[in-house]
């Protein structure tokens, strides 16, 4: 059964950090990409960033470049996303979500989210 539990959400101050973890169980971490999702308050959910099965290629969306880093423990089944020079418009629930190979299709998974909340 393939699970995803995200971790690391919280209360910050603008200019704060966090460090999410998406822990995984199920199926061969490793084959598969990663992404981080994010859903504001009345906001639809938009792509925050992904990276490859190696961990060697990542890419971001415009809002987060140079703030935010993607990452990967493939020997601990984890992926990570760290969150620096967060502002009030980076609050919402951060998802990550697992795409692999199954069968010759692909097969997404999404964990239930944890919640990042910016205010002063």
């Known amino acids: 059964q393939v699970q995803l539990v995200e971790s690391g959400g919280g209360s910050v101050h603008p200019g704060g950090s966090l460090r999410l973890s998406c822990t995984t169980s199920g199926f061969a971490f490793s084959s598969a990409v990663m992404s981080w999702y994010r859903q504001g308050p009345g906001k639809e959910r938009e792509l925050v960033a992904h990276i490859g099965t190696a961990g060697d290629a990542t890419n971001y969306g415009d809002s987060v470049k140079g703030r935010f880093t993607i990452s990967r423990d493939n020997a601990k089944n984890t992926g990570y996303l760290q969150l620096d020079s967060l502002t009030p418009d980076d609050t919402g629930a951060y998802y990550c979500?697992?795409?692999?190979?199954?069968?010759?299709?692909?097969?997404?998974?999404w964990g239930q989210g944890t919640q990042v909340t910016v205010s002063s």
């Open positions: 979500r697992i795409d692999f190979l199954r069968d010759d299709r692909w097969i997404d998974y």
